[in-house]
């Protein structure tokens, strides 16, 4: 266990881990974008910035999901400095996706409803955190997506911006996307996985194999479920398995008599 | 597991409200909506029987086989969900046969795990209410006693219950049909 100084509070918290995490762990509240914990620390955002000082650490401003805690650290993630950077960090963000309702809504628990700083026309809902990315590439293994073009025209595509024939339609790219860039968009048995302005797939849903609803697609079910025994993998919507699960429920071993 | 006897129960969805409010703040009843009811069983209605589904814990979990993140775990008595980890790519709900899990947006839990407010969608289903002291809520409100926390020990009752009637049939020697010497 490592001994760290949470805003003057001292907690223990184990080895290895980041402050970000150790602060979660405490119950302190640090706002981040692109922290998920099913992947690890990447340190695009910034936001969870917080003042750190210690016996290893020289007194500064970090990104708490990529600094490890060490014994003696003194951080505070609320100091005046910490506020001020913070607020700035919004402004820039604001002023890349002005639109997002949820960065919105995060800034202004900070304190920033306006930005100085605008990219006009540029504008997009896209904070380039690369969640989406690297969910798709770590955790889903397809790699539809990726980050292409550099400065401001760096821009989440497909390869060539063409509609992805690796992606597999699941939609885990828009579940942890922060801002509601990417989007699945299901209707008249298709799906479409659109960014924006940019369409990266789209398929045609498999049916309900008990009452034609839409429910998956070929790919999904040919490439995510090959951990399940042959056969077991089956095209059936959530009601038509629980009314099944239901009509053999009285089958069950009679424990009830 | 917690399970249900379709011939007791009425179709009544208490267990429903129940497990919604035993997973919501402790003062959610006023403020519930249809966005934040989000119970983990289902009851579900059919010409022929009313009963609640809910998860099986099974052993084998099918769901947790195929989770990319290790979201869903297979812990002692049951298969443990961690929120956080989830990146909502529904395999285990495809996986499911039992069709008793879902993946659906979270607002409930936004201020727990993710004080940042970004948006969070993660696995649902039965987890025992392990949080709680008192047992599953289903199971304490039903009013017809219709919903049964399904322990190793009734499980080895039902399989004595069940060898017994299958040494009865013999010694009556197939009365009703069943492992009649006679036919054979």
Same mark, same amino acid.
């Given at each position: 266990?490592?001994?760290?100084?949470?805003?003057?509070?001292?907690?223990?918290?184990?080895?290895?881990?980041?402050?970000?995490?150790?602060?979660?762990?405490?119950?302190?509240?640090?706002?981040?974008?692109?922290?998920?914990?099913?992947?690890?620390?990447?340190?695009?955002?910034?936001?969870?910035?917080?003042?750190?000082?210690?016996?290893?650490?020289?007194?500064?401003?970090?990104?708490?999901?990529?600094? *490890?805690? %060490? $014994?003696? /650290?003194?951080?505070?993630?609320?100091?005046?400095? +910490?506020?001020? =950077? @913070?607020?700035? &960090?919004?402004?820039?963000?604001?002023?890349?996706? *002005?639109? %997002? $309702?949820? /960065?919105?809504?995060?800034?202004?628990?900070?304190? +920033?409803?306006? =930005? @100085?700083?605008? &990219?006009?026309?540029?504008?997009?809902?896209?904070?380039?955190?690369?969640?989406?990315?690297?969910?798709?590439?770590?955790?889903?293994?397809?790699?539809?997506?990726?980050?292409?073009?550099?400065?401001?025209?760096?821009?989440?595509?497909?390869?060539?911006?063409?509609?992805?024939?690796?992606?597999?339609?699941?939609?885990?790219?828009?579940?942890?996307?922060?801002?509601?860039?990417?989007?699945?968009?299901?209707?008249?048995?298709?799906?479409?996985?659109?960014?924006?302005?940019?369409?990266?797939?789209?398929?045609?849903?498999?049916?309900?194999?008990?009452?034609?609803?839409?429910?998956?697609?070929?790919?999904?079910?040919?490439?995510?479920?090959?951990?399940?025994?042959?056969?077991?993998?089956?095209?059936?919507?959530?009601?038509?398995?629980?009314?099944?699960?239901?009509?053999?429920?009285?089958?069950?071993?009679?424990?009830?008599? | 597991?917690?399970?249900?006897?379709?011939?007791?129960?009425?179709?009544?969805?208490?267990?429903?409200?129940?497990?919604?409010?035993?997973?919501?703040?402790?003062?959610?009843?006023?403020?519930?909506?249809?966005?934040?009811?989000?119970?983990?069983?289902?009851?579900?209605?059919?010409?022929?029987?009313?009963?609640?589904?809910?998860?099986?814990?099974?052993?084998?979990?099918?769901?947790?086989?195929?989770?990319?993140?290790?979201?869903?775990?297979?812990?002692?008595?049951?298969?443990?969900?961690?929120?956080?980890?989830?990146?909502?790519?529904?395999?285990?709900?495809?996986?499911?046969?039992?069709?008793?899990?879902?993946?659906?947006?979270?607002?409930?839990?936004?201020?727990?795990?993710?004080?940042?407010?970004?948006?969070?969608?993660?696995?649902?289903?039965?987890?025992?209410?392990?949080?709680?002291?008192?047992?599953?809520?289903?199971?304490?409100?039903?009013?017809?006693?219709?919903?049964?926390?399904?322990?190793?020990?009734?499980?080895?009752?039902?399989?004595?219950?069940?060898?017994?009637?299958?040494?009865?049939?013999?010694?009556?020697?197939?009365?009703?049909?069943?492992?009649?010497?006679?036919?054979?």
């Amino acid at each position: 266990m490592t001994t760290i100084t949470l805003n003057g509070q001292t907690h223990e918290v184990p080895e290895g881990m980041t402050v970000l995490e150790a602060a979660r762990l405490a119950r302190v509240e640090i706002p981040t974008l692109c922290h998920h914990e099913a992947l690890g620390s990447y340190g695009a955002c910034r936001v969870c910035v917080v003042e750190a000082e210690g016996p290893a650490q020289r007194r500064g401003l970090v990104a708490s999901c990529t600094l *490890p805690v %060490s $014994e003696g /650290l003194v951080v505070l993630t609320d100091s005046p400095d +910490v506020q001020r =950077t @913070r607020k700035v &960090l919004f402004e820039l963000l604001l002023g890349r996706s *002005p639109d %997002s $309702e949820s /960065l919105r809504a995060m800034a202004k628990r900070y304190g +920033v409803e306006f =930005t @100085r700083f605008g &990219l006009g026309a540029q504008h997009d809902l896209c904070v380039r955190c690369g969640l989406c990315v690297r969910t798709c590439k770590e955790k889903i293994g397809a790699a539809a997506i990726s980050f292409a073009g550099r400065g401001q025209g760096r821009n989440v595509t497909t390869e060539f911006g063409a509609l992805s024939e690796l992606c597999i339609g699941c939609g885990s790219c828009a579940a942890v996307c922060p801002t509601g860039m990417i989007r699945v968009e299901d209707g008249g048995g298709e799906r479409a996985i659109v960014r924006q302005d940019l369409t990266i797939a789209r398929f045609a849903l498999l049916m309900c194999t008990s009452c034609c609803a839409p429910v998956i697609t070929q790919k999904f079910m040919d490439q995510r479920l090959q951990a399940l025994p042959e056969g077991q993998a089956e095209v059936l919507c959530l009601d038509c398995k629980r009314q099944r699960t239901a009509a053999t429920a009285g089958s069950f071993p009679n424990i009830w008599s | 597991m917690v399970i249900a006897d379709p011939g007791r129960c009425i179709g009544c969805r208490t267990c429903e409200l129940a497990c919604a409010l035993a997973h919501s703040a402790p003062d959610a009843l006023a403020t519930l909506s249809p966005a934040s009811f989000i119970p983990r069983l289902k009851v579900v209605k059919t010409a022929k029987v009313s009963t609640p589904v809910q998860c099986r814990q099974c052993d084998d979990a099918p769901c947790a086989a195929v989770c990319p993140t290790g979201t869903l775990v297979k812990g002692d008595h049951s298969v443990e969900v961690i929120p956080s980890q989830c990146i909502g790519c529904k395999s285990c709900m495809i996986a499911c046969s039992f069709g008793v899990i879902e993946v659906l947006p979270c607002e409930l839990m936004v201020s727990d795990h993710h004080p940042s407010g970004r948006t969070h969608v993660e696995a649902v289903k039965c987890d025992l209410c392990e949080s709680r002291g008192a047992g599953p809520a289903c199971v304490e409100v039903c009013p017809t006693k219709a919903i049964y926390v399904v322990d190793s020990a009734v499980l080895a009752t039902a399989a004595l219950k069940r060898r017994e009637h299958s040494a009865a049939m013999l010694v009556i020697g197939g009365s009703d049909g069943y492992m009649s010497h006679a036919d054979a």
